[in-house]
């Protein structure tokens, strides 16, 4: 059974920064999505599994603030959020799939738990 297990979501004003962590009990492609209240899941960013770190994807919405790596050693992907806005508040689901990187969550077949990240005003 795959785990993932999420860390680093919180409140923090506008323009601040956030780290998110997911470790994961394995390799895979994996992926971040974002769900805001009333909103549906949405595409934040994806990373392949590449020994050499793994090709990346964004969401045009955070692409030039927010960045994906992923530290294979430790089975672990991260999610740099810098200049964080009101509009990035939303929980923040990681996403592991087997193989090929995708940006579409129903190619997804192991989720994290959420953790809510909040930015005010």
């Known amino acids: 059974q795959v785990q993932l297990v999420e860390s680093g979501g919180g409140l923090v004003q506008a323009g601040a920064s956030l780290r998110l962590s997911c470790a994961a009990s394995g390799r895979y492609a994996m992926g971040w999505f974002r769900q805001a209240p009333g909103k549906e899941r949405e595409f934040v960013a994806a990373i392949g599994i590449g020994w050499s770190g793994g090709t990346t994807y964004y969401a045009d919405s955070v692409k030039g603030r927010f960045t994906i790596s992923r530290d294979n050693a430790k089975n672990t992907v991260y999610l740099q959020m810098n200049s964080l806005k009101p509009e990035d508040t939303a929980v923040y689901y990681c996403?592991?799939?087997?193989?090929?990187?995708?940006?579409?969550?129903?190619?997804?077949?192991?989720w994290g738990q959420g953790t809510q990240v909040t930015v005010s005003s």
């Open positions: 996403a592991a799939r087997r193989l090929h990187v995708s940006d579409s969550s129903d190619e997804y077949d192991y």
